[in-house]
DNA sequence: TTGATAGTTCGATTACTATCGAATAACAAA
DNA sequence: TTTGTTATTCGATAGTAATCGAACTATCAA
């Protein structure tokens, strides 16, 4: 698998974060790996193409929200949970909070 | 002034919530409105033309955020910090959180 | 009525982004 | 080595959005 880079939390601005889950694609692969954990990338069953999900998951790394790691042919991607809350503080709490009425 | 539309925050998707929120024109806005509270538009002190100010308020009004009245010339903004609250417990803590490190 | 102030709307431009299919890369199993 | 699986990258396209200046609306004051 190739190498990629991380972003640091630290000094990721809140817009940058915002954007990446301003789209409901993006917003339901985070509210997947809240609520079940890493997955595979066929894991999320969405509905658009594979070139689109690579798409996505590279906003979301970029904006330092996942990682990846490789496990054979299969890319694991996960949260990057405690960072994420180091910098803010109960953005991700809001974010599941917001499951429930929907 | 003229009458708008104001969305019920009940059905609003947290999606369009964030996407109001991922410019970081409109994040500051809501950053103002949040320390220093209900502003006219001239108190917001934006680099930005006032075409653009106007532009950045429907995005946030049509998203449910914020509110206006009218007084003389001028139009006052605020927040609508009760409702975005009980429909997204902790998410305008999350960002007025983030206002530290920055 | 005339002018000043505050803000919105319109039309245009420019830049970004979501999406896809095709090609590619990495790996495992036969 | 060949084949199948998993996922990324590339190039194109179509839609969206940020920005501005100019024109317009509304209100108050002189």
Redesign the interface.
């Known amino acids: 698998m190739r190498q990629c880079f991380y972003p640091s939390l ?1 000094k990721m ?3 940058h974060i ?2 990446a ?4 694609a993006r ?1 339901k692969i985070v509210k997947i790996l809240l609520e079940k954990g890493e997955q595979p990338c066929g894991g999320f069953r969405m509905t658009v193409s594979k070139s689109t999900m690579s798409h996505h998951f590279k906003v979301l790394r970029e904006a330092g929200l996942i990682q990846k790691r490789g496990e054979g042919t299969t890319h694991i991607t996960s949260l990057r949970r405690d960072e994420i809350e180091a ?5 991700l ?3 599941a ?2 499951n429930k ?2």
Do not use: K, M
Not at 21 to 24: F, H, M, V
Not at 87 to 91: A, E, Q
């Open positions: 630290s601005p809140l817009s915002l954007n889950l301003s789209d409901p917003l910098r803010f503080p109960g953005l709490n809001a974010i909070a917001a009425p929907l």
